[in-house]
């Protein structure tokens, strides 16, 4: 054989070696990264269903408050009317006061 035939042979050995080592690294990877995966699914999963639940709470936390403010104001319109009611007789009596 000759020499450049050796050095192309030790080379093909020295590169497959190589190509072994990084495709177990790789493997090894991809499996950590499939466990991560579905960890990760099972999190977004989690994530979606508490932002539905929170979605609910939401809108019956505004629905309580539209109620509450829609009674509020027909409250305050209620006592505005009475107020402007009480004012008028109290009005007309210092209208008729001699100065």
Same mark, same amino acid.
Do not use: C
């Given at each position: 054989? $000759? *020499?450049?035939?050796?050095?192309?042979? !030790?080379?093909?050995?020295?590169?497959?070696?190589? &190509?072994?080592?990084? %495709?177990? /690294?790789?493997?090894?990877?991809?499996?950590?990264?499939?466990?991560? $995966? *579905?960890?990760?699914?099972?999190?977004? !999963?989690?994530?979606?269903?508490?932002?539905?639940? &929170?979605?609910?709470? %939401?809108? /019956?936390?505004?629905?309580?408050?539209?109620?509450?403010?829609?009674?509020?104001?027909?409250?305050?319109?209620?006592?505005?009317?009475?107020?402007?009611?009480?004012?008028?007789?109290?009005?007309?009596?210092?209208?008729?006061?001699?100065?």
């Amino acid at each position: 054989m $000759s *020499a450049l035939t050796k050095v192309f042979i !030790v080379l093909h050995v020295v590169l497959t070696m190589l &190509l072994t080592a990084g %495709l177990i /690294v790789f493997v090894n990877r991809t499996e950590n990264w499939k466990q991560a $995966s *579905a960890g990760l699914e099972s999190r977004l !999963v989690t994530a979606k269903n508490e932002k539905e639940e &929170l979605n609910d709470q %939401l809108l /019956v936390t505004r629905s309580n408050y539209d109620h509450k403010l829609t009674a509020l104001n027909g409250d305050l319109l209620n006592a505005r009317n009475d107020l402007s009611t009480r004012r008028r007789p109290s009005r007309a009596r210092t209208s008729r006061l001699p100065i």
